[in-house]
C-alpha cells in the first residue's frame, strides 16, 4: 500500500527524505549517451543498452543518511510496462 500524501501527526516534513532534481545525464554530449553509443540519436530521452551500467544523481532536499532514511527506484520501460515474471 502506497501512502504518499499522508503525515503522521507530530511529524516534521522536514524530516523527510525529498527529491528535488534527478539528472539523467541524457544530452548527446553527456556521458550515459556517449557510453551506450546511443549520442547520435536525436531524442532527448535517456536511452541506453541493456547490461551496461548507467549513471544518475539524484538531489535531496537534505543530506542523504544512510543510517536514517530510505528509498527505493523504481525504473519503468515503456508505455505499458508490468513486472518481471519470475
Known sequence: METFGVIPRGVSMKDYLEVEYVEL???????????HHTDRYF???LIIRR???F???INFNRPYNPGN???WLEYIIGKFAERQKM
Open 25 to 35: 545525464y541524457k544530452q548527446q554530449y553527456e556521458k550515459n549517451k556517449k557510453e
Open 43 to 45: 531524442n532527448n530521452k
Open 69 to 71: 532514511d530510505q528509498f
Open 51 to 53: 547490461g551496461q551500467k
Open 55 to 57: 549513471d544518475i544523481r
